[in-house]
């Protein structure tokens, strides 16, 4: 199963290396990870998708929190929350494919179709940018297989997401933050990394890695 996870940690050298390492010592295959900046400036946002087994949203939610890094964690589903992945696709089109001269414009409809934009043009390729699910994306991707037309090169962003309405607000009380105010980075309240694992619902341990239920 699928788990996506929203994290806001300190925009610090190393952060991303751990996390990763900590997903590595769980034994939980990252499928996508996005970073950028977020609404602070000392902070960034990550949008973690891993594949993992549906009981194990709180443990990993929790291991997340042990890192002294991480100021807040959340976890989304595709029915809370907006989510879209951006694509680069680079096509092949130019008088030597299949479709010869009629490639271009055949290629300028399906993009008409799925909503992409067409951000590049060279003289054996064209460039599409397009933003959606994934499930929309990996359409655009087949259409173009089946339709003969060669796919030089494909890069995905990956997942993001953020809460749908006025979620911002939800966790900000729930961190304890005053929002009568303007917020500042020291308005935001420490996290208690030294969280107890056995403290969890399950009364467990957390694992170093999941094993499928």
Known sequence: MLHTFIALVDDKPGVLT????LFRRLNLNIVSLTV?????????????????PEHAAHRIKASLYKLE???????VNRSEAVVRELCLIKVAAGPNQPHGVHSRSQIFELANVFRARVVDLAPESIMLEMTGSASKIEGLL???????YEVLEVSRTGRMAMRRGHHSGRVFKALGVNTAEPL???????????VDP??????????NEFDEA
């Open 198 to 207: 056995d403290a969890l619902p399950t009364g467990e341990a957390l694992p």
């Open 36 to 52: 950028g900046e977020s609404e602070r400036s000392d902070a960034s946002r990550m949008t973690i998708v891993c594949d993992a």
């Open 18 to 21: 751990r996390v990763a390492s």
């Open 69 to 75: 890094t991480t100021i807040h964690v959340d976890e």
């Open 142 to 148: 087949q259409v173009l297989r089946e339709s003969s």
């Open 184 to 194: 500042a980075p020291h308005d935001f309240p420490e996290v208690d990394h030294d």
